[in-house]
């Protein structure tokens, strides 16, 4: 099927507002489908894609492909309005979606040669496509692989640092940009206008220590949002003067900033053209902790039970579907139905098997299955060739993921 987010009106009750009865319902729906199955319930999907335009509060969201890697959620999520454009996660992936899509900026700095030689070989991607640069030897590189009047023109967009450098605790964010100040920026982007071959459209800057960072998770929250206070004013200020002077220098397309968890305060930041957002249409369990919304449980995989060692525990067969960042627990799947199950410590979620113990155990039987959402919510469809989509307790479709279409990009 085609996915249609517009089809239809969201509904007024929230079907996973009664856990038992949705996740019963998506059993129902997958009961035939054999191993381990992923879904998308359409209706949380639609939930989220209209919620999140809510919160951005008539800002153009850019779409952020690494969070959906599935091109008919890119698709349809695009054919909404509100949405503008996606941000990629590799040059090769942009490539291939700028086939389709007339607007693809690339989230990350690139060095991947080949593809560049592609890019810069080619007018109609180097018309839709602009890199990420924060240094110049990143356009050194690019010369390299094609001198610049033997190429299109490339463009580019500045990415600045967002984080905080607070007077006490110094870095708070992600190390990113090596450009930080109005000053450093403008030397990027006289030098990026002072060079043959280029020509400079954009700023993004993502600010991690906001947009990343849960702040309702009990302990520690009130220091949390003091410091995303705290931060958030001192990056309207900074921002504000960056663009200021970019401006002075160019004309800018866009300025990019925030992600899922922060689109309320940057769409509010009156320097900030376009906001980024992907996390929060499939929503990983990583953004249940923030106060300011509660996303449907969209995106979802279960795994069957395949023996009972003890009584209270019952072990699914694969599960070590870990999520990228700092080693700990909240990077492993979630068991969400049936409720109260817990991986063990000395195991948590393993490569072929994963133990999981509590009452609900009791009464699982082989071949049952127990439904578990992923940390973030890109990375499952690096472990699926396909999600099934489902609405309440109907399979309607299937939608491959970048891996069932035979891509790996990262």
Known sequence: MTIDLLEGQPRARQ??????????????????????VATIDLD?????????????????????????????????????????????????????????????VLGYPTVDRAALAQLAHHEDAAARITLMVDDPAQLDLIDAVAAPRARATIRVAIDADASWRAPVFGHIGVR?????????????????????????????????????????????????????????????????????????????????????????????????TETTAGSGLLAGHLFDGYRAFDPAPAAAFALEVVRRPTDDI??????GWIASGPPVASRQPLPVWP??????????????????????????????????????????????????????DRLVGEAPTYRGEGKNFL
């Open 314 to 319: 019952a072990v699914v067969l694969g599960g």
């Open 44 to 104: 949380a999907l639609q939930y989220n894609a209209m919620d999140l335009i809510v919160r951005s509060a008539g800002v153009p969201i850019r779409v952020a492909s690494k969070s959906i890697r599935v091109r008919e959620v890119l698709d349809a999520t695009l054919a909404v309005p509100g949405y503008r454009g996606i941000l990629a996660f590799t040059l090769p992936e942009a490539l291939w979606l700028a086939k389709d899509h007339e607007d693809v």
């Open 176 to 272: 990113r940009s090596p450009v930080h100040d109005a000053a450093e920026v403008a030397r990027l982007g006289l030098a990026i206008l002072a060079r043959p071959g280029f020509r400079l459209v954009g700023l993004m800057m993502y600010e991690a220590q906001i947009a990343g960072q849960p702040d309702d998770t009990g302990s520690g929250d009130a220091v949390i949002r003091w410091m995303q206070g705290r931060s958030r004013e001192e990056l309207v200020d900074r921002r504000g003067a960056i663009v200021a002077v970019l401006r002075g220098l160019t004309e800018l397309e866009f300025v990019n900033g925030g992600g899922t968890g922060s689109l309320e305060y940057t769409s509010a930041d009156p320097a900030v």
């Open 339 to 392: 409720p109260g199950l817990k991986t063990l410590g000395r195991e948590g979620a393993g490569e072929v098997q994963t133990p999981l113990q509590g009452d609900a155990a009791r009464r699982l039987s082989v071949g049952d299955r127990v439904w578990f959402r992923h940390a973030k919510s890109g990375e499952l469809a690096e472990r699926v060739d396909r999600y099934h989509l489902t609405i309440g």
């Open 15 to 36: 079907p996973w507002s009664d856990p038992a009865a949705y996740w019963a319902a998506r059993s129902a729906a997958v009961a035939d489908v054999s191993g381990p």
